[in-house]
């Protein structure tokens, strides 16, 4: 990109600023700002003004609950085995977000549960998918999705552990991709004078990024035929689970995501239902309160099961989402940026906007997806904050009960 084409963009997008101190930057200070702006995409932030106009028709799906499950499981888990066995399943780990809530300074996966001895987040992920390795006895692929903000510190903590004990030959790091913050009229905040401001663009490019970093090719040759994908944060999930690979095969189902029964109606999680007649994750806040108090004809909260960030989508489905628009959610954030005198502010309330793409929106492209519940008990031990609800001290409990000495 040169100076003049990258002018031009910017002035086209009401964004000259960015230019502003580029006389003062040193040659290679310039050519870093330049090769920023030619990866921005530019119409990302014009969906500021965009209106959403889908007309929304949700309506809830019934879960396969913990009893149906219990009843089938050997059924589901030597359906499950024989797939891996095959090679049809690899991971996803989503590690790219920057955990701002557990304000935390590492990468979240780095963060050490233990109290008496070491316990990283990373070394639990990795023990739950080795105990399905040594099940099947089989090497399962697993990939790392980080972003520019934690890549290099991610991949020599894994090193440094020597990769927790999984086969170093399985396992693959990506980045995922940056998009600038703006302020709340629209304009791109400056980190530094040569430098936009940019955050990891959510979780929901995690495929088209897996497929940018080259992975598809040895994918496809591999004869790999789902995806596992999950979060870095819940320290307790079933990861490779083959009881749930063999439920979505045996039920018939394209997809599925873990669900836990909610707390109360008002857990603060998303529930997986239909919309329009397609898979879709309804957020708390859209539920209205006569859809929080629906029943079913079981006597049930219609909308009882919450996800978890654990879902297996099948490669084909995920190949025909790169050609479609995933929805953008634009998210008030405390943006760090340069002011107009060129002062560094670390703003403690909301400044602007992030956008983002969530793996959720992907459900919608799958065709079919299956609520699989897990027992919150056991597999629901998300660390998001650093106290309260779904934090540290709450992870640590469900650790100690599961049996794990801290
Ligand atoms: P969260 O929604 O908890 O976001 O991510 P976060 O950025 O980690 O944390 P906060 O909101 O700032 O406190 C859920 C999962 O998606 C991953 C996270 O690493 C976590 O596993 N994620 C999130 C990404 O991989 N990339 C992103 O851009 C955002």
């Not at 955990?99 to 990795?126: H, M, S, W």
């Not at 972003?147 to 290099?152: A, E, I, P």
């Amino acid at each position: 990109m040169d100076y003049e084409k990258a002018y031009k963009i910017l002035e086209n997008f009401g964004q000259l600023h960015v230019l502003k101190y580029y006389d003062s930057l040193t040659e290679s200070e310039q050519k870093n700002l330049l090769s920023q702006i030619g990866e921005i995409n530019f119409e990302v932030i014009n969906s500021l003004n965009r209106q959403e106009t889908d007309e929304k028709n949700i309506k809830p799906v019934s879960a396969l609950q913990l009893s149906e499950i219990s009843e089938k499981k050997e059924e589901y888990e030597a359906l499950g085995i024989k797939a891996i066995q095959n090679g049809a399943l690899a991971l996803v780990l989503l590690a790219g977000g920057q955990g701002t809530r557990l304000g935390y300074a590492g990468p979240k996966g780095t963060f050490n549960v233990g109290i008496t001895k070491d316990l990283f987040i990373f070394e639990l992920l990795i023990q739950h998918t080795l105990d399905i390795v040594k099940k099947t006895d089989t090497w399962i692929p697993f990939y790392i999705m980080t972003s520019d903000k934690n890549n290099d510190e991610t991949v020599a903590f894994f090193k440094e552990h020597h990769y927790f004990g999984y086969d170093a030959s399985y396992i693959h790091f990506f980045k995922q991709e940056m998009v600038p913050s703006v302020d709340f009229n629209g304009k791109i905040y400056m980190e530094d004078k040569g430098q936009i401001c940019l955050s990891p663009n959510g979780n929901g490019g995690w495929f088209s990024s897996l497929c940018k970093a080259g992975y598809l090719k040895d994918i496809l040759d591999n004869q790999v035929k789902y995806i596992n994908v999950f979060s870095v944060d819940n320290v307790l999930q079933g990861i490779a689970d083959p009881v749930f690979l063999g439920a979505i095969l045996k039920e018939g189902y394209a997809s599925g995501g873990k669900v836990v029964k909610k707390a109360s109606p008002d857990e603060r999680v998303g529930v997986l239902c239909t919309n329009n007649d397609k898979p879709y994750i309804v957020e708390y806040y859209e539920l209205t309160d006569e859809m929080r108090d629906e029943r079913n004809a079981d006597g049930e909260y219609a909308y009882n099961y919450g996800v978890t960030l654990n879902y297996i989508f099948p490669i084909d489905k995920l190949i025909s989402t790169m050609d479609t628009d995933m929805p953008l959610h634009i998210v008030k954030k405390a943006i760090p940026y340069l002011d107009e005198h060129g002062v560094y502010v670390k703003p403690s309330e909301p400044n602007g906007y992030k956008f983002e793409t969530l793996a959720l929106d992907m459900i919608t492209f799958m065709g079919t997806c299956l609520p699989f519940e897990v027992d919150r008990e056991k597999e629901f031990a998300p660390i998001k904050n650093a106290t309260g609800v779904d934090s540290i001290e709450t992870a640590r409990q469900l650790l100690t009960k599961n049996g794990y000495t801290l």
